[in-house]
C-alpha cells in the first residue's frame, strides 16, 4: 500500500534510521518530495546518508546502515540545500564506521 507521511512515500521498507533521517530531511519546505527505493545488501559498514548527484527532479541520495543500502529520490527546487544538510549532519569523517 502506497501513502505519505511527513512527505515520506511508504511503498518499501526504509533501512534503520533512516526514516528518522527522512522525517527530519522532510521538515523543511526545500524538500516537496521524499521516495525512497527498495533495500539491497551492503558489505560496507558505513551508516549515514551520501549525496550522490541532482537529478532533473531534485536529487539522489544513498542512505547506509547495518550493511544495508537504500536509494532515496527527493524532489525539490533545491538540490544545493539538500546537499548542505546532508553535509552538514554526515561529514564524510562521521560516517560511522
Known amino acids: 500500500m502506497k501513502h505519505r507521511r511527513h512527505k515520506v512515500k511508504r511503498e518499501h521498507s526504509i533501512i534503520q534510521n533512516g526514516l528518522d533521517w527522512l522525517e527530519d530531511l522532510g521538515s523543511n519546505p526545500e524538500v516537496n518530495d521524499i521516495i525512497p527505493g527498495v533495500i539491497e545488501t551492503s558489505r560496507s559498514p558505513e551508516r549515514g546518508v551520501i549525496y550522490k ?45
Not at 532533473?56 to 524532489?75: D, M, P
Not at 533545491?78 to 553535509?87: G, M
Open 53 to 97: 548527484y541532482e537529478t532533473t527532479t531534485g536529487c539522489k541520495l544513498l542512505l547506509k546502515s547495518n550493511g544495508s543500502v537504500q536509494e532515496v529520490f527527493v524532489v525539490t527546487k533545491n538540490p544545493h540545500w539538500v546537499r548542505k544538510w546532508v553535509e552538514d549532519r554526515f561529514p564524510p569523517k562521521e560516517l560511522m564506521l
